[in-house]
């Protein structure tokens, strides 16, 4: 099977010098800073993790070809640690959301809407787009951007439980659009096909330099159990198979580019590097 288009895909983007017409002298010198829940870029790309809400994975949400013993080695008490994240990404003057989450940090005031010039969405889940409504009304004035084989699959006939979808596409009418993979949609804002755990589920590579972010959406869920062992899937994976392979080469991608890799579901502020451990799959140094 194709590999995503992962590498096709990336190839005219993956080395990028900074436009020194955007950019600073010292935001082009500087390196990767990571201070919290805030990481800096070369190139002056930021990016800021913003935790919706804290949760926890069960071990019964998980199926593949290890035993409840050898998932519970990974997740005792039988649940792992996670989150629900979102991300702000500040580039070429303007600021991103990368999903909106349930809304809490909205509601809390930790991210006021009328600073988002644009919201990215890296698939359609319930966790991802319910902050975009209140009261069936829209929160941002700012466009929702889904890639779009996500956008039709949810709008499509017979697809189950997509009311929430095709409400949201409703209530943003003509602010609600679409990209395709490969697309740039913004300087250090590349749209990456992962689908698999959806049809349209995207991965996002952040940064003009050679430093980057790969926000990798739901490539996993439970973090202590899917970076070692990522053929095991969560009941949430619409395919469970071809989600495997997007996990699979969404880690090789980020180990052989030397990237920071990032998820809405790793415990935030959910990013880190990955590495083979050797045995088919990954250490996550957080």
């Given at each position: ?30 390196q ?36 409840e ?10 649940k792992?640690?996670?989150?629900v ?62 890639a779009q ?15 929430l ?33 959806t ?43 071809k ?8 880690m ?35």
């Amino acid at each position: 099977m194709r590999k995503f288009l992962l590498f096709l895909a990336l190839a005219p983007f993956i080395v990028l010098a900074c436009s020194k017409k955007t950019e600073t002298p010292q935001a082009q010198a500087q390196q990767a800073q990571i201070d919290g829940n805030k990481m800096i870029l070369d190139c002056g790309t930021e990016i800021i993790a913003i935790e919706d809400v804290s949760t926890e994975m069960a071990v019964s949400l998980f199926s593949g070809i290890l035993t409840e013993e050898q998932k519970l080695a990974y997740m005792p008490g039988g649940k792992a640690p996670a989150s629900v994240n979102i991300f702000l990404v500040k580039t070429g003057g303007k600021t991103y959301m990368l999903d909106a989450g349930f809304g809490n940090a909205v509601r809390e005031g930790r991210i006021e809407p009328q600073s988002i010039d644009a919201v990215l969405i890296t698939h359609k889940h319930g966790d991802h787009i319910s902050g975009l409504l209140q009261n069936d009304s829209a929160v941002f004035s700012a466009p929702v951007h889904i890639a779009q084989p996500e956008r039709d699959y949810w709008l499509g006939e017979g697809t189950p439980n997509s009311d929430l979808q095709k409400k949201l596409a409703s209530v943003y009418g003509d602010r609600y659009k679409t990209f395709n993979f490969g697309d740039t949609l913004s300087p250090g804002i590349v749209a990456i096909d992962a689908s698999g755990h959806t049809p349209g589920h995207t991965a996002f590579l952040i940064g003009k330099g050679k430093q980057k972010l790969l926000i990798a959406a739901d490539f996993l869920h439970a973090a202590a159990l899917q970076f070692p062992e990522p053929t095991e899937s969560a009941n949430f994976d619409i395919d469970k198979e071809k989600a495997v392979q997007a996990r699979i080469a969404l880690m090789e991608m980020a180990e052989k580019n030397n990237y920071f890799i990032g998820g809405m579901h790793i415990p935030n502020p959910g990013w880190g590097k990955v590495k083979s451990n050797g045995k088919g799959g990954f250490t996550f140094t957080p």
